[in-house]
């Protein structure tokens, strides 16, 4: 039995209907019927996919879930049954991870800059593990010491990410050691190191350099006498297929596995999957409104757009595989626009499609992460309603 489930931004919604990606005409449509348009479907089946995929590839590795792509409670609470641990950045992740039923011992709060009301709140919930990458963090964990591990965040820069997470944060790996004697001076406990190259990922080039980097300074660290460091947290940023392909999940993990077999003993490896695990779950289904041939080209105007769903065209830099419900043989060249009234607000200019009409269907898929997370309320037109499906797992399809 599937159950659709809202997210805590929209109405609670649920079926007990079955879905199998990718979806079929008939059921899009059967959807957009019954619960308007625009939609988000998640599917939870690729959730546990992805998963286990990720987990096969990295075997041994402790995956944390990283909220931010997708901190949909249904999403939450499927990777929890997996046994899944969580990633969390902020008071409201706590809240959702609370609300799912996760264990605190399963999160770790990896924000490097925190206001001492997000640690606060974190500690109330029960997360033990914080992230610091400067002296001045350092001192806000000073008044919680007894209650807090802390892990040194590093910055490896990636030429080969569109998203480079290390270049707001993480201290330089010169400068750990200094860092892990003030720590020691402040009575902190100090329990190991992180990182995160950045996000989708081209290659592992920069992964295999900073475990490499990594374990030269735990190395290093023991001998000077810090003898706590028994965690390496290496991010994530595992790349998946948008419109071009990308290196498979086990060939672009082969590299990290072997450089993680010289780690010293007595290290533990974490990882922080985000994207990796949410994209491929995401199918929005918007409907054509409006349509205008302006400049020799059709412009078809959306119920959706770039402040909406879209979002990640924007902020995560991603090109999505977008079509329409209609078999027409004949396309032509086409730009699918947003409902906004901002020029801004274009989906695809360079796009072929049938000379659709009001009420056709369009279709986005690979949109998982980053897009109703970042989606607004601009112009006072509502966000897609989000639908989790296949929330109940189901050993047959799950298996495929």
Avoid at 23 to 32: A, F, I, K, Q, R
Avoid at 125 to 133: E, K, L, M, N, S
Avoid at 331 to 340: F, I, K, N, W, Y
Wanted: proline share 6%; charged share 20%; aromatic share 8%.
């Amino acid at each position: 039995m599937t159950k659709f489930v809202a997210s805590n931004r929209t109405r609670d919604t649920q079926t007990t209907e079955r879905m199998v990606a990718p979806y079929t005409p008939v059921e899009l449509e059967s959807l957009v019927g019954r619960y308007g348009s625009p939609l988000m479907i998640i599917d939870c089946d690729t959730i546990r996919s992805q998963y286990r995929a990720l987990q096969a590839a990295l075997p041994g590795v402790g995956l944390h879930y990283a909220l931010k792509p997708l901190p949909e409670l249904a999403v939450v609470k499927t990777l929890k049954d997996m046994g899944c641990f969580f990633d969390l950045a902020s008071s409201g992740e706590v809240d959702l991870v609370r609300r799912a039923g996760v264990a605190p011992e399963r999160c770790i709060h990896t924000h490097p800059i925190k206001t001492d009301s997000d640690i606060r709140d974190a500690i109330r919930f029960g997360v033990r593990t914080f992230v610091a990458d400067n002296v001045c963090e350092l001192g806000k964990f000073v008044r919680h010491r007894k209650r807090c591990d802390i892990l040194i965040r590093l910055s490896f820069r990636a030429e080969d990410t569109p998203i480079d997470l290390s270049k707001k944060f993480g201290c330089e790996p010169h400068a750990a050691l200094g860092l892990l004697d003030t720590a020691k001076r402040l009575g902190l406990h100090v329990v190991g190191f992180s990182f995160h190259v950045g996000s989708q990922t081209a290659t592992p080039v920069t992964y295999v350099h900073a475990i490499q980097t990594c374990i030269e300074l735990i190395n290093s660290a023991r001998a000077a006498g810090h003898t706590g460091l028994s965690i390496l947290d290496i991010g994530g940023g595992f790349p998946v297929d948008y419109r071009q392909p990308v290196m498979g999940i086990e060939e672009f993990c082969a590299p990290i596995r072997e450089a993680l077999g010289a780690m010293p003993g007595g290290v533990r490896v974490i990882a922080e999957p985000g994207r990796f695990i949410a994209a491929p779950s995401g199918t929005c289904v918007s409907t054509v409104v409006g349509r205008a041939e302006r400049n020799d080209r059709w412009w078809f105007y959306l119920d959706d757009g770039v402040y909406g769903s879209f979002s990640g065209q924007i902020y995560d830099h991603a090109c999505y595989p977008i079509d329409c419900l209609r078999t027409d043989a004949e396309r032509v060249p086409a730009v699918l626009a947003g409902p906004t009234c901002d020029s801004i607000d274009v989906i695809d200019e360079h796009i072929e499609l049938p000379l659709l009409e009001p009420g056709d269907l369009v279709v986005g898929r690979m949109m998982g992460a980053y897009n109703s997370a970042c989606a607004t309320d601009f112009n006072f037109i509502p966000r897609a309603r989000v639908l989790a499906i296949n929330v109940m797992a189901d050993a047959t399809v799950s298996a495929a």
